[in-house]
């Protein structure tokens, strides 16, 4: 298997079109089959009028394929509680996932500005 339950990631789903809405999604893996997994956590979107993401309030359960070309997937380490998780912009250059704790990701994709 690609990942086995109880693994937590973080997922980067890349638009296919210049006005698609931005999402990514966290969450732990409650069972996997290869790649496909059924997994609960937190969708965020990207608002353009606050020029952030934004978590969704409520959990969800979702099925998703990891190798989807489309997605870029990160490991996130087991001590970190995804509830905590959120995005943070650093020097208004980078943005980062973390826990405002010791958990920081990178997740600027093609440069290291956002």
Do not use: C, W
Not at 24 to 30: E, N, S
Not at 52 to 69: C, G
Request: glycine share 6%; no cysteine.
């Amino acid at each position: 298997m690609i990942v086995n339950a109880n693994e937590k990631f973080h997922v980067v789903m890349r638009r296919h079109y210049e006005n698609q809405v931005q999402r990514h999604f966290i969450g732990k893996v409650d069972t996997a089959m290869g790649a496909i997994v059924r997994a609960t956590g937190y969708a965020f979107i990207y608002d353009e009028m606050k020029a952030q993401y934004v978590k969704k309030d409520v959990p969800r359960t979702t099925i998703m394929n990891l190798a989807e070309s489309g997605y870029i997937v990160n490991i996130i380490p087991e001590s970190v509680n995804i509830d905590d998780l959120g995005y943070e912009t650093i020097d208004r250059k980078f943005l980062a996932l973390t826990d405002g704790k010791d958990y920081r990701l990178d997740i600027n994709e093609f440069s290291t500005r956002r």
